[in-house]
């Protein structure tokens, strides 16, 4: 069973464009929730995290809506940048278990 | 601080045989989680080490194994190689505290292993 589902898989925004991906999630006991950003060749980097107390949380560019009613949790990047371009991945964690369950990635391409 | 590596960066083993992939987290971490990444399973949990025990684990076969010495540097081993073992093998560390809130995992470059 999928524990987070990530959409969509591919995203093609122009520059100065809003990216949005979107995430869901299945265990209500999740409580943190982070987004990471893959370049080739690289291991993922943390971009931004959230946990549910608060429903949105913006760092720079990068932006996480977070809804808990509906289990869904979502990255938005402003202003999108060709050096955005990237696999982003969603995940979720639940506190006592250093595990982490990853959404299926987004690969960004961001024309210039 | 140095970040969290990972040797060797590439390996190509054929099947049947075993390997042994080595993590170094980041100073003063002491959990490290192994992650599974291929194009079609995306990023699976294999298994989190803390203080030289397994604390977590993902659903692979016990061909996949780990360890994690007092310094807190890990190793992976997995052996009788399959063709579906290929992929890109991640070590992440985390500060986190035995009890304590979660915390975030630095991730390293990666091992990437071809089995053929």
């Known amino acids: 069973q999928q524990q987070v589902k990530q959409s969509p898989q591919s995203l093609i925004v122009q520059k100065g464009g809003i990216s949005i991906i979107n995430c869901a999630y299945e265990n209500t006991a999740f409580d943190y929730f982070p987004w990471y950003q893959q370049f080739p060749g690289k291991g993922p980097a943390l971009l931004i995290a959230?946990?549910?107390?608060?429903s949105e949380k913006k760092e720079g560019r990068f932006t996480i809506s977070f809804n808990k009613s509906a289990k869904q949790f979502s990255l938005h990047i402003m202003d999108s940048q060709p050096g955005d371009s990237a696999t982003y991945f969603c995940?979720?964690?639940?506190?006592?278990?250093?595990?982490?369950?990853f959404g299926s990635g987004t690969k960004l391409n961001v024309k210039p | 601080k140095a970040g969290v590596t990972q040797t060797p960066r590439y390996l190509i083993k054929t099947r049947g045989q075993q390997v042994t992939l080595s993590c170094s987290p980041i100073?003063?971490?002491?959990?490290v989680s192994w992650y599974q990444q291929t194009p079609g399973q995306g990023l699976q949990f294999l298994f989190e080490y803390f203080s030289e025990t397994q604390r977590n684990k993902g659903n692979f076969p016990g061909r996949f194994s780990g360890r994690q010495f007092s310094n807190s540097r890990s190793e992976m081993n997995v052996s009788t190689l399959e063709l579906g073992d290929s992929a890109l093998y991640l070590c992440?560390?985390?500060?986190?505290?035995?009890?304590?809130?979660?915390?975030?995992?630095?991730f390293g470059p990666g091992t990437r292993l071809l089995v053929l």
């Open positions: 959230i946990r549910p107390d608060v």
């Open positions: 100073s003063g971490h002491r959990s």
């Open positions: 992440a560390s985390s500060p986190v505290l035995a009890g304590g809130p979660i915390e975030t995992q630095y």
């Open positions: 995940a979720a964690s639940y506190s006592g278990f250093n595990k982490f369950y």
